[in-house]
């Protein structure tokens, strides 16, 4: 497992797979979400450090979309989506009601 931690940023790399797997969100997706580029996340996704910017930008984007990301509790950290994900899954990609 990869840790990627900046001050109050840590992520691993497999909650990052896992939270775009759960959106089901391209690596293109995430990066229009997030304004990473699309090599940077696959780096990252593979196991590569990241700045403290980026992995900022990463996470901002998965949680403004539903994804709380599980600390390690014992049994590894994770990711969830909130109750209200879809909803606000459409709405980041543009896809609500109008569109």
Known sequence: MHIICHRNNMVTSAQIRMARAALQWS???LAEQSGVHRNTITRIEAGAGAHGPT???L???????????VAENGEGPGVRLRKDWKSEV??????GEGN
Do not use: M, N, P, T
């Open 27 to 29: 690596v293109r997706d």
């Open 55 to 57: 992995l900022s930008a």
């Open 59 to 69: 996470r901002q984007a998965f949680e403004a979309a539903g994804v709380i990301f």
């Open 90 to 95: 459409e709405h980041s990609l543009g896809k």
